[in-house]
């Protein structure tokens, strides 16, 4: 084979592999929910349970949860820490070249925390609200997380901006 028909077929393996790539990314992009590491849109299946709370403490060696931001209309799968009757979802890498790329959920709940967040087929209603570096609440997180996962989370890394903490809340019905 000559070096211009090894070219050629190069380019077109690395042509199928990107549109393959980005036709999977377009797919998720309406798939009801994330699935593992690729994020997802928005719950299309599941119990909405209104004006209910999850049982957080039943949830604590729970290793992952479904989270939905309304606007945009994303969801993901986290991590989440469980500290006596309160959620919370840390977001990692936020210091790094690919997590300014990767992690855009973070700012989305800044602007608008409201949420839902998907457990066992259970949707709740729920608003993320970052948590302040300096909140007493910090250390028990960061020890949930480093018992929970293999995460090495510091309350350096957090005071750093270096991982963003969100607690979750239950509040009224989304419109």
Request: charged fraction near 25%.
């Amino acid at each position: 084979m000559n070096d211009m028909n090894y070219f050629k077929w190069l380019v077109i393996v690395i042509l199928v592999t990107c549109l393959s790539f980005f036709g999977f990314l377009f797919y998720m992009s309406m798939h009801d929910g994330p699935i593992e590491i690729f994020s997802g849109g928005p719950f299309k299946s599941g119990t909405s349970m209104v004006d209910v709370s999850p049982d957080w403490s039943s949830l604590k060696d729970e290793q992952t949860i479904q989270v939905q931001s309304i606007d945009p209309k994303r969801s993901r799968t986290t991590w989440f820490a469980v500290i006596g009757a309160r959620a919370f979802v840390p977001s990692g890498y936020m210091n790094t070249k690919i997590g300014k790329i990767w992690k855009k959920w973070p700012k989305q709940a800044e602007r608008d925390p409201r949420s839902k967040i998907r457990i066992d087929g259970r949707i709740y209603t729920t608003t993320l609200s970052r948590v302040a570096a300096d909140d007493p609440i910090i250390p028990a997180i960061v020890e949930e997380l480093n018992r929970k996962y293999p995460s090495n989370a510091s309350i350096e890394d957090i005071e750093a901006n270096g991982t963003w903490i969100f607690e979750i809340s239950s509040q009224g019905l989304i419109r």
